[in-house]
């Protein structure tokens, strides 16, 4: 066998470990696959006098071990965070090494400065791992639909919310204590900003809808809102009008610009995204030739981003084997992000208001100046009384509505001395 291919490694933690472990674990299958040896020569750790699982590994706190080494073929940046790891994965490849990342912020955020860095030192870049953990969904876009004009991708792509939301759905809770039970799990973190406000998951959307609609699309492009205002009787009135309520996020083509947008949404009972549950994941993605498909799996954990992590470097070694590597992605400028403002969809209203005749018909009417109409209205009384006031909880579902107009209307509802509080806005996606 020629000599071994080396690999570096820059993060030993729950996907460092997994990686690690995996290489040597699976040391054989992956020489016979490459035909030849994959050797892990150095892994970067911040802390030097942590307690490692793996025994015998060569571990370092000086990123030149790694990143210099000329040993050392492919860098696997397994760190996570913007910087210094965007600074390490610059450094890899100046010093000419093909690079593996399952960093989401990073390739969000410069992927496509460093796609265009590798490709002008003659190395490759990959990040299978860096959306929807062990499901492909970058080789997918890569290759398998390149024939395709995608029109949509709708995707569940973080599992902590996913989990928290099927239990808010399924066991009635409410945010903070399914936030907790996802914490003692392990599925959240102890600080869950990322995840809960949507941040992870338009990370993840930028890099998916760069790939699927040949644009840049940054991650300040993606329109956001988190779970954490959602409330209990939003999972009922849900189930009541036939839907389940999901974190989605959503890359459309309209009117040759994108829709990028992270909420919750209403989704219907019976579609195949309503039925994607806890920390499971799923990317939907509509083609012209190829239709709807849907990749679903597991999106975290070590075993499942190992899987993504060491089929990148199984492909990379091959390719060097093979003395070969693979063109990068081609940006056509062609789809420009829109303003959220320009979106059309429909919506359901929570408001919670005096229990008085004419209430409805008030609100009505100032949706309908703004020509918002309406499918349907539902009334719970007496949800809540404070000194003799009776207050209601009206539900409105509304026909599809131009953004700016719903936001303005709620402006003018919100002033309405009758409405305690708008409880939620949540789109509906048919
Ligand atoms: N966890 C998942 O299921 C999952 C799934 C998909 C993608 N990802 C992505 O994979 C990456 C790693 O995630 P993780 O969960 O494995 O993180 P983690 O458990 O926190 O591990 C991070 C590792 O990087 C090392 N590190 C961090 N900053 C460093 C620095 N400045 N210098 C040197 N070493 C540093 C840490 O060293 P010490 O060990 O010394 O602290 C630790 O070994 C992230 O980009 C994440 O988004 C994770």
């Known amino acids: 066998m020629a000599d071994s291919v080396g690999v570096g490694l820059l993060g030993l933690g729950v996907v460092g470990g997994g990686v690690a472990r995996t290489l040597r674990e699976k040391a054989e299958t992956i020489a016979r696959r490459v035909g030849r040896e994959v050797e892990l020569r150095g892994v970067l750790v911040r802390d030097p006098a942590r307690e490692r699982e793996l025994p015998g590994l060569r571990v370092t706190t000086d990123p030149a071990a790694v990143l210099e080494d000329p040993s050392v073929q492919i860098v696997v940046e397994v760190m996570g965070g913007d910087q210094p790891a965007h600074q390490y994965i610059r450094r890899a490849i100046a010093a000419g090494k093909h690079v593996v990342t399952a960093n989401k912020e990073v390739m969000a955020k410069h992927g496509p400065e460093i796609v265009a860095a590798a490709a002008r030192r003659g190395v490759d870049v990959a990040y299978e791992a860096s959306v929807g953990g062990g499901i492909p969904v970058i080789g997918p876009f890569k290759l398998d639909l390149l024939a395709n004009d995608i029109s949509q991708v709708t995707a569940i792509i973080n599992g902590t919310t996913n989990y928290i939301i099927t239990r808010m759905s399924q066991a009635g809770l409410d945010f903070e204590s399914a936030l907790r039970e996802a914490q003692e799990a392990g599925y959240a973190e102890a600080d869950p900003r990322n995840d809960v406000e949507g941040i992870d998951a338009a990370y993840k959307l930028a890099i998916l809808a760069t790939l699927a609609f040949h644009a840049r699309v940054h991650p300040d492009d993606v329109h956001r809102e988190g779970i954490t205002t959602l409330e209990p009787s939003d999972f009922r009135y849900a189930r009541e009008l036939g839907y ?169 509802i919100r002033r309405l001395a009758v409405v305690a509080r708008i409880g939620s806005v949540i789109r509906v996606e048919d």
């Open 244 to 412: 389940v309520v999901k974190l989605l996020a959503i890359a459309k083509v309209i009117e040759g610009g994108l829709e990028l947008r992270v909420h919750p949404a209403f989704v219907p009972e019976h579609s195949m995204l309503a039925n994607v549950d806890g920390v499971f994941n799923a990317v939907q993605v509509e083609g012209d030739l190829v239709g709807r498909i849907l990749l679903y799996g597991r999106g975290a954990g070590a075993g499942p981003t190992s899987s993504a992590v060491v089929a990148d470097v199984i492909d990379l070694a091959q390719r060097i084997e093979a003395g070969s590597v693979r063109p990068v992605v081609a940006y056509d400028g062609r789809l420009r992000p829109r303003s959220m403002a320009d979106t059309r969809c429909r919506y359901y209203l929570r408001l919670v208001a005096a229990d008085r005749p004419g209430v409805i018909a008030r609100v009505a009417g100032l949706l309908g100046e703004r020509e918002i109409s309406l499918a349907s209205v539902l009334q719970k009384e007496d949800i809540q009384v404070s000194e003799g006031d009776r207050y209601a909880e009206i539900v409105f579902m509304t026909h599809r509505a131009h953004e700016a107009a719903v936001q303005t209307a709620l402006d003018e």
